[in-house]
């Protein structure tokens, strides 16, 4: 089991710019890939971003290419997500994810294949 504790969120304005982190504690020796999903009033998860822990390859939403940026430090086993150039449309509640589970392509993309969430912060962008 990883446990998983966010920060970073907060309340900026239309254009502004938040790093998330997310620091993981317990077997994060066998995490496989780390991942970032949002959630918005009313609508399901939504995958946002994520990165395979040994090699770095990263995987973006449409809706979040050129603007955010996912990466990780082995060392302090945690994930950061900058955003830049954020939108009224990026406010959500932003939860972290790990998987031990080896995934591929489209497998990266759903929140079925992550056994570990964290609480979730709030991103909240002002128009």
């Known amino acids: 089991q990883v446990q998983l504790v966010e920060s970073g969120g907060g309340l900026v304005q239309a254009g502004g710019s938040l790093r998330l982190s997310c620091a993981a504690s317990?077997?994060?020796?066998?995490?496989?890939?780390m991942g970032w999903f949002r959630q918005a009033p009313g609508k399901e998860h939504e995958f946002v971003a994520a990165?395979?822990?040994?090699?770095?390859?990263?995987y973006y939403a449409d809706s979040v290419k050129g603007r955010f940026t996912i990466s990780r430090d082995n060392a302090k086993n945690t994930v950061y997500m900058q955003m830049n150039s954020l939108k009224p449309e990026d406010t959500a509640v932003y939860y972290c994810?790990?998987?031990?589970?080896?995934?591929?392509?489209?497998?990266?993309?759903?929140?079925?294949?992550?056994?570990?969430w964290g609480q979730g912060t709030q991103v909240t962008v002002s128009s």
């Open positions: 994810t790990a998987t031990e589970t080896y995934l591929s392509g489209y497998q990266y993309y759903v929140g079925g294949w992550y056994d570990n």
């Open positions: 317990g077997r994060t020796f066998s995490t496989y890939a």
């Open positions: 990165i395979r822990w040994s090699g770095g390859s990263t």
